[in-house]
DNA sequence: GTTAGCACTCTAAGGACGAGAGTGCTAACG
DNA sequence: CGTTAGCACTCTCGTCCTTAGAGTGCTAAC
């Protein structure tokens, strides 16, 4: 256990740190922070401090930068969460205002929104439920055999698939065959399709098909999510070296951040901060992201849908400030979300 | 005009640059490729191309180094395309063998595949035609008054957005009303659909306001595109600074790329090569930009539907490869394309 | 016109050096 | 006994110097 001077110490070079990114030294936090111990007092503190593993030394005659454990210590004990300001808020909600561009651009958006008031990268995953329900499907001609599957899925999700057709028709085929198979399977999960066992002639067997494995794909691959401000957490000075810079841009690709963090599964019930490679499933993910620390969070509804958002970092993070963000933006997400779903 | 001793120096400068990345001295020109000239020789001739402007002198004692000219010279007149190896074209045509899933993705792939070919970023835009037609509507009930507006245009473009209804109406009634409209306007362009002048509903209004703001949109707007490989450039020596590195980033996010090179308008006929600050369209681009250089092409047939797409590299680049792999590349678009159009 | 020779220039890498910041230890203090 | 002043020690960082190496430009000879 930590005496009060200690966690103050630790508290003020965690604070200190993560603003100035250099390691702080005893005169500083003396100077600084007008504390009514002398320079000597908070050595042999820190000394202690470091014995315990809350803090390191980069070298000998260096100040002291916190560890993960002391990162850790501090969100969980010493933190005082800042609270989001009002104008900052606004912002936030002021950006959802006038979108109605569908799902896609909605979660874009949020992750751009996030990245933005976190000051560091940030990941959405689009909201889905357990199952996917298929809402409707509609079929366009593009070209003699070739039609165009396009796919509502439950949360207006849209999917798309090219059919090659064993004969041509025209779209008021088509539009025919799309209505049918509306009226049999529209509102059905995946599962309730196959039990049907309704005889389908060879075109609607294609179609249905092709509905098939998208659903199939959508509840069991990896959620469809977007990613954005990588910039900002280059911008920092542990990013200056062009090979971590490089590491970072390989992990963090727009098409497998997902794979790498399977946010649903990091996140537990409200916000989740993960610390280095504090998580076991984080730890294969290599070099470049234990020197990181991920802020999960969750929003929407579990019954109905939800989705997963996170912001991801510098260990070096300002976390008073990117947690209540994460919170904030959830609970904004998942009221959008009500007015979205059915 | 260049005598064939001073073309047969520039080229090799330009060569050896390319593949090294240090200047390159008189010396080292003599010896790996068996001038049969003294470096001295070599040397008064590579003083008279930096007097005609091809090279220049990072510093009075270093080995030369091609300027634009130089580059716009070696490109126009020197340069010899190698041809695609045959491993490479198959594996280039491979890749989209088994991809079905509409035109988004089908760009995303392009994009990806090219960077990958080049080894440099690459862009690839959405095929288009000059004026959009809408090709289907249809729309889904998602929550009382919430209605999905799903719009496919020619090319299979699918769009999506939200309305608002002003009276909550079933699935049926939205259903009637979106085959009333694609019996009316399937097929038409913006224009065509406003001379029509059909008096209509409420709620149909709305829902043909929507289709014409969007139909505006992607008329007027910027072309949808796709950005893939920049990681492949920052690996460059050029940009090993790390201010470089987010100065190119920030110019190249996907969400702008067509704004800083309106590719449909750098295009000529064929393939363009734009060699630093050499289009005045992209002199104002910035620093980044001057130091980096474009191949651009463009696929599909221009009064059907076409397309753009381009490398982007550093100005040390390997010209006698990427060019051809823009034109292959341009190749297999266009003809992939040409099974997607009507 | 070509080339050998040479003085000159500039970079890159390594070593020396002092300033500055910080530590750890010891001994004195309240 | 906890706290603190003092001090020697260590390590970084920037600067300067030096040296090796690569390359140039010029001149004079071939």
Not at 204 to 212: H, L, P, S
Not at 324 to 334: F, Q
Request: charged share 25%; net charge negative; aromatic share 4%.
């Amino acid at each position: 256990m930590l005496t009060d001077r200690q966690s103050r110490i630790l508290e003020l070079v965690v604070h200190e740190y993560v603003e100035a990114a250099s390691p702080v030294g005893s005169q500083l936090l003396c100077r600084k922070y007008r504390f009514n111990s002398s320079p000597a007092t908070i050595r042999n503190e820190m000394a202690d401090l470091e014995d315990m593993g809350y803090l390191t030394h980069p070298h000998t005659s260096s100040g002291r930068v916190p560890t993960e454990q002391g990162y850790r210590y501090y969100v969980e004990t010493l933190m005082r969460e800042e609270q989001l300001p009002w104008e900052e808020q606004q912002t936030i909600r002021h950006q959802f205002h006038q979108v109605e561009r569908g799902q896609e651009a909605w979660v874009h958006l949020a992750a751009s929104v996030l990245a933005q008031a976190a000051g560091n990268a940030a990941v959405v995953t689009a909201p889905r439920t357990d199952v996917c329900r298929m809402k409707h499907l509609e079929l366009v001609n593009l070209h003699e055999r070739t039609a165009l599957l396009v796919l509502v899925l439950d949360q207006g999700r849209v999917e798309q698939q090219l059919l090659l057709m064993d004969e041509s028709s025209g779209q008021d085929d088509l539009s025919q065959m799309a209505g049918k198979l509306n009226r049999l399977f529209a509102g059905c999960a995946l599962a309730e399709i196959a039990a049907k066992d309704v005889p389908l002639g060879d075109g609607e067997r294609v179609v249905m098909d092709a509905v098939a494995s998208i659903m199939r794909a959508v509840d069991e691959g990896f959620d469809e999510a977007s990613l954005d401000g990588i910039r900002e957490v280059l911008r920092q000075p542990e990013f200056a070296a062009s090979d971590r810079a490089l590491g970072l841009l390989e992990l963090l690709d727009e098409r497998n951040v997902v794979r790498v963090l399977p946010l649903r599964s990091l996140a537990r019930d409200g916000v989740t901060v993960i610390i280095g490679a504090d998580n076991p499933r984080l730890a294969e993910a290599g070099e470049t992201i234990r020197a990181c620390s991920v802020i999960v969070g969750t929003y929407g509804s579990p019954g109905v849908a939800s989705g997963a958002l996170a912001v991801l970092g510098p260990m070096r993070m300002r976390y008073s400030r990117a947690i209540p963000t994460v919170r904030y933006m959830a609970d904004v997400l998942s009221e959008l979300l009500s007015g979205y779903s059915e």
